[in-house]
């Protein structure tokens, strides 16, 4: 079956720590976002990428990195730069073409201890 | 920036009853598309309506669109309590890299 796996499902991060969420789609699609969701906030744009080796930057990109060397993988860290990194992290697909719509991963929950 | 708000934050309904929540965005679109997302878990693309079509049905969703009122609505007809999620609609940029701006969700309850 095809779809979009984020892992873990839980991470917690020491404050000062650098951590990377995983995020594989095996959909060929060409299209990759990354969101964050915060408690009655809805959805904001991290980070997205319309083809390889290139990305940009969404609404609030400040504090993340990410890279696109393959088709299939999204990868997405969160640095110590981060000043409030506890969230709900969702990664989508998409073939890129305007009439589709989103694929999402079951997400991430990241958590500062 | 939030480019849909959805309308009302949260719902409350019996089972069997319909359910209905809006959208508002700002600016031109191509498309407006709603999503369900069940606690804890990622979206899911329910249905999707282009600007230049006013109604769309799936199932027991209906959808429509008022592009001169910038709105659109979700309606659940016969509401089930596996219903009971959040609902988001999202527009796009229309500004030629195909993003998603989503609002920030409608919580339906739907008591057994």
């Known amino acids: 079956d095809g779809g979009i796996t984020q892992s873990p499902k839980y991470l917690f991060r020491k404050e000062g720590q650098n951590v990377t969420l995983s995020c594989e789609q095996n959909?060929?699609?060409?299209?990759m976002y990354w969101y964050r969701q915060d408690p009655g906030q809805g959805l904001r744009l991290i980070y997205y990428?319309?083809?390889?080796?290139?990305?940009q930057k969404g609404d609030i990109a400040e504090g993340y990195s990410v890279s696109r060397e393959k088709k299939e993988s999204f990868p997405l860290t969160v640095t110590s730069a981060q000043k409030n990194p506890t969230a709900f992290y969702l990664c989508?697909?998409?073939?890129?073409?305007?009439?589709?719509?989103?694929?999402f991963g079951s997400g991430t929950r990241l958590t500062v201890v | 920036s939030q480019q849909g708000e959805e309308d009302p934050q949260a719902l409350s309904i019996q089972e069997g009853e319909n359910a209905t929540m809006n959208c508002s965005y700002k600016?031109?679109?191509?498309?407006l598309q709603w999503y369900r997302q069940n606690s804890g878990r990622g979206l899911v693309h329910l249905i999707l309506i282009r600007s230049n079509e006013r109604e769309k049905h799936s199932g027991r969703l209906r959808v429509t669109l008022d592009t001169s009122k910038k709105s659109s609505s979700l309606l659940i007809t016969a509401s089930r309590a596996a219903d009971t999620a959040s609902y988001f609609c999202?527009?796009?940029?229309?500004?030629?890299?195909?993003?998603?701006?989503f609002g920030k969700g409608t919580k339906l309850s739907v008591i057994p």
């Open positions: 989508a697909s998409s073939t890129g073409q305007v009439v589709s719509g989103y694929t």
């Open positions: 990428s319309q083809i390889v080796n290139d990305f």
């Open positions: 999202a527009t796009d940029s229309g500004a030629g890299s195909y993003q998603l701006t």
């Open positions: 600016t031109s679109i191509n498309n």
């Open positions: 959909l060929n699609h060409d299209a």
